[in-house]
């Protein structure tokens, strides 16, 4: 290997399917001392093919570090077949009951997602299903997606996403939307950074403000100093602040 060349985190212990499509998979990783308890990643991206779950790679590395069996997801997105609304949430189900049924990772499972994953974490938070998970921690999550959609965040990736604005698919809109769907079966977290301009922090306090209102175990964590890939990073402060948020909820 070349002086310099930066090294990545190994490879999964494996990658499993929970679907038939090959965007539905989910890569493992194993800790070498236990917490006894899971984390299920889900990677941002804006909903988009072009990012896939190797974003989370580093990631999902630290957490197993940190102690939790670990399964980063991998899903359908806009663009894709079977992607966006209803397919990609479709997904969503599908993979935290294949990891909650995974004879390697333990319970409790938190879901863990960034930005767009954020969003899909969120969202899950509200679903029958979700009742026994640990709970959520959405990192500057677009967990607001009227908000996303008012601020054009990342080129109108929630109109690409839900194929329409919210009064040309009202029900698709109604379907995905974290807010609609209040209180959350399980308690959320949201961690965003001050800085973050790529999805500002006001979408996680706009959701939060709704939250309060029916009575939610939802908080949030205004990180300084802190843009929107920090939050990732195992090199950062903000990436402490991650792992101190999944064991809490334990």
Known sequence: MPT???????????????????????DV???????????LVVHGGFWRAATDRTHAAAQAQALADAGFAVAVGEYRRAGMPGGGVPGT???VAALVAAVRSDPE??????LVGHSAGGHLVAWAANQPWAAGLAGVVALAGCVDLQATDRMRLGADAARAFLDGGPAEAPQRWALADPAAGLP????VRLL????????????????????????????????????????????????????AACRALL
Do not use: K, M, N, W
């Open 4 to 26: 310099g060349t930066p090294v990545g985190p190994p490879a999964p212990a494996r990658t499993t399917a929970y679907g038939p499509d090959e965007a539905q998979v989910y």
């Open 29 to 39: 990783r194993l800790p070498t001392a236990p917490l006894g308890a899971s984390v």
């Open 89 to 91: 949430l479709d997904d």
């Open 105 to 110: 990772l333990p319970s409790p499972v938190i």
């Open 184 to 187: 959350p079966r399980v308690p």
């Open 192 to 243: 965003h950074g001050r800085d973050d301009d790529v999805v500002p922090l006001a979408v996680s306090e706009g959701y939060l403000a709704r939250c309060r209102a029916s009575g939610a175990d939802v908080t949030i964590h205004a990180l300084d100093g802190c843009d929107h890939f920090a939050v990732i990073d195992p090199g950062t402060a903000a990436f402490s602040a991650v792992v």
